[in-house]
């Protein structure tokens, strides 16, 4: 068994390790710059070279603990690097562990067939292995980017981590239980047949986690998809409601007003004048806000002018609601609900009340509709795959209404683009101009 584990290639697996880590680095946000990160890899391949020397000098029983402490260099290794949250690094160092497995395990198993120990220098076995090695984790970024899209973004959570790592673990005794006895099913009786079931256990691991990862996401998906659906009605049960009262409300206004000339020309006193006057006044604030030529983008300002009235925020409107003729109802209430809504919350939180400010734009340009949402806001928003991050704790049941935004108008051929700059927030969007929606 000892002459077994000292053909472990120890310093190899250290280098795959730390070249698995590097395609979560091109992936995913980064917490530091790239010097630093050369510096920090620096480091961290010094502390693995010693501690991997002094780890040949042990028994293979050592092995796992051995293994374990690279995990662990791993780990602390991503976490300096990506920004995300700590369980969701700790599945991206599993991930990268089997991918490293596997990798170093292919190398070795070829190398030992050809003999490459035998036949080449250290310096030249060294750089085989480094270029070996950057060809496969190249293959594997190109696959993860495919396979995983925007699950990189998510969180995992407890459960899946913790299936992940009763995955991790079962694929990395099976694939080196051979090392430590022979009397298992599981076990060879000859290097070549340690190595040949060591890289196919490693690589039906990382397809394991795969699936695993692509079954996490296709429930993510569904659960999204009910989620926005479920806030697409919110919107549109909300414009319905409004515009069943605001229908009401402009009847009696319309009443009141005529009422109220009446009693004008029937009355000489000056405080009764006067008294009149400041009804009049007072009745104005809830007269229809703004005729943009849609009813249903009339009722949505409406409705969010009380809203904005009573917090002191300024909403402004310069729209040409004809334009939108070719969208439906409730792609309507989705678009400018979700917009309308973020921008009142987000200038809520400013304290200073002069500086809660909202502008809307519907206009039209080179054959396009033209749709621009800006508000001011306070600094420090972070955009996450282009979509600003909820500033909420829940997580999970916020920040659908932007994704809404951008599902419904990809419907419509369009693009959203969501900026912040100089103490304001901008969502401009883009739509294909149909022949319904050009003014006549």
């Not at 991790?168 to 099976?174: A, D, K, N, T, W």
Request: proline residues 2%.
């Amino acid at each position: 068994m000892e002459e077994m584990s000292a053909n472990i290639p120890r310093l190899y697996t250290a280098i795959a390790e730390m070249m698995s880590c590097w395609i979560f680095f091109v992936i995913c946000k980064r917490k530091l710059s790239a010097g630093k990160i050369l510096l920090l890899t620096g480091g961290v391949g010094l502390v693995e070279l010693a501690y991997t020397r002094a780890g040949t000098l042990l028994s293979s029983w050592f092995w796992p603990i051995h293994m374990l402490f690279l995990f662990s260099m791993m780990f602390v290794y991503m976490y300096c690097v990506v920004e995300r949250p700590a369980l969701t690094v700790y599945y991206y160092t599993m991930k990268s562990f089997i991918m490293a497995e596997f990798v170093a395990a292919f190398e070795w198993q070829i190398a030992y067939f050809y003999k490459w120990n035998e036949i080449l220098s250290g310096e030249i076995r060294i750089f085989i292995a480094v270029l070996f090695y950057t060809v496969c984790f190249a293959g594997l970024l190109v696959v993860e980017k495919i396979w995983i899209r925007d699950s990189i973004f998510r969180t995992v959570s407890v459960q899946e981590g913790l299936i992940a790592t009763a995955i991790v673990i079962g694929v990395f005794l099976l694939s080196n239980i051979g090392f430590f006895t022979l009397n298992t099913p599981f076990s060879g009786q000859s290097l070549s047949d340690l190595f040949n079931i060591r890289t196919i256990v490693d690589f039906l691991g990382l397809v394991i986690l795969y699936a695993f990862q692509s079954r996490i996401a296709e429930i993510d998906m569904k659960m999204d998809l009910a989620t926005m659906d479920r806030c697409l009605r919110e919107q549109y049960e909300k414009y319905r409601n409004y515009q069943d009262s605001i229908d009401l409300i402009n009847m009696k206004y319309h009443d009141l007003r005529h009422q109220m000339e009446d009693l004008k020309e029937q009355i000489s006193s000056e405080e009764q004048t006067l008294l009149i006057d400041n009804i009049e006044s007072e009745l104005k604030e809830y007269s229809p806000y703004i005729q943009t030529g849609n009813k249903v983008l009339d009722a949505l300002l409406d409705s969010r002018q009380t809203i904005c009235r009573k917090r002191n925020i300024i909403i402004t409107a310069v729209a040409d609601g004809g334009l939108l003729e070719f969208m439906n109802v409730a792609d309507i209430c989705t678009v400018f609900g979700n917009a309308l809504d973020n921008a009142v919350e987000s200038v809520t939180m400013i304290e200073d009340a002069e500086k809660r400010l909202i502008h809307l734009e519907v206009t039209e340009q080179k054959q396009f509709v033209i749709i621009l949402v800006e508000n001011s806001c306070r600094q420090g928003i972070v955009f996450e795959n282009g979509i600003p991050k909820s500033p909420r704790k829940d997580k999970k049941n916020h920040g659908f209404g932007t994704r809404s935004i951008r599902q419904v108008v990809q419907k419509y051929g369009g693009s959203a683009i969501f900026d912040a700059e100089d103490g304001w927030f901008t969502l401009k969007i883009l739509l294909p101009c149909k022949k319904s929606c050009r003014k006549k």
